[in-house]
């Protein structure tokens, strides 16, 4: 997980929220896919929002990262939409289930407004866990953050752990933002920047 730049909502939805009476997320069924691809390709770069794996449009939803449910008021607020893929093992659909109040939701990592990549760091074996340094409460928030998101669901580690265990002498001569440039199509960039990291201190 790894901060996302939000920026200030696209056109169309302002229009949107000027002329339509909207109570509901049903009222936006037809302008709401719009929002989804900006917010994916050009805020999220064709990734989850919560688990870094790159995702299609067709299979990709938006989630208010405060559930409907429990922040009515928040339906329509652009910066609660983060971008995820359609799975209920992990990520948005996996969360929906586990967070049940407002105090369930206020303790996740929100990625829109905190720095997510300075609470959680990545084992050789894939895992997700909190990063060194972290006080009693935030390490709290950080593995309540991964266990509500099912971050570390079977197949997300596999991917991480192949990234985390690649040789990177076939790089030989390339910059890490080179190197960085090259691996994106794989996705979880913050696994990716820590592998680069480690290299660099080598």
């Given at each position: 997980?790894?901060?996302?730049?939000?920026?200030?909502?696209?056109?169309?939805?302002?229009?949107?929220?000027?002329?339509?009476?909207?109570?509901?997320?049903?009222?936006?069924?037809?302008?709401?896919?719009?929002?989804?691809?900006?917010?994916?390709?050009?805020?999220?770069?064709?990734?989850?929002?919560?688990?870094?794996?790159?995702?299609?449009?067709?299979?990709?939803?938006?989630?208010?990262?405060?559930?409907?449910?429990?922040?009515?008021?928040?339906?329509?607020?652009?910066?609660?939409?983060?971008?995820?893929?359609?799975?209920?093992?992990?990520?948005?659909?996996?969360?929906?289930?586990?967070?049940?109040?407002?105090?369930?939701?206020?303790?996740?990592?929100?990625?829109?407004?905190?720095?997510?990549?300075?609470?959680?760091?990545?084992?050789?074996?894939?895992?997700?866990?909190?990063?060194?340094?972290?006080?009693?409460?935030?390490?709290?928030?950080?593995?309540?953050?991964?266990?509500?998101?099912?971050?570390?669901?079977?197949?997300?580690?596999?991917?991480?752990?192949?990234?985390?265990?690649?040789?990177?002498?076939?790089?030989?001569?390339?910059?890490?933002?080179?190197?960085?440039?090259?691996?994106?199509?794989?996705?979880?960039?913050?696994?990716?920047e820590q592998l680069l990291k480690?290299?660099?201190?080598?």
């Amino acid at each position: 997980m790894r901060k996302l730049d939000k920026g200030a909502p696209i056109q169309h939805f302002v229009d949107f929220i000027r002329h339509n009476h909207h109570d509901r997320w049903e009222d936006a069924k037809e302008a709401s896919p719009i929002w989804r691809e900006h917010i994916l390709y050009q805020e999220q770069h064709g990734l989850s929002g919560y688990t870094e794996a790159p995702i299609r449009y067709e299979n990709s939803h938006i989630d208010h990262f405060k559930k409907q449910t429990l922040y009515p008021n928040l339906i329509f607020e652009w910066n609660n939409y983060v971008v995820d893929s359609k799975d209920d093992t992990y990520g948005a659909r996996y969360k929906d289930n586990v967070v049940c109040n407002q105090t369930d939701n206020e303790r996740l990592i929100n990625p829109v407004v905190e720095d997510a990549q300075q609470f959680f760091k990545y084992e050789l074996s894939g895992k997700m866990v909190p990063m060194d340094g972290l006080g009693d409460v935030e390490k709290e928030r950080v593995n309540y953050t991964i266990d509500s998101f099912n971050l570390n669901e079977g197949s997300l580690m596999e991917r991480r752990k192949f990234i985390l265990n690649l040789d990177l002498s076939s790089f030989e001569g390339l910059t890490n933002h080179e190197i960085l440039e090259a691996l994106q199509p794989n996705g979880f960039i913050s696994v990716v920047e820590q592998l680069l990291k480690e290299r660099k201190s080598k």
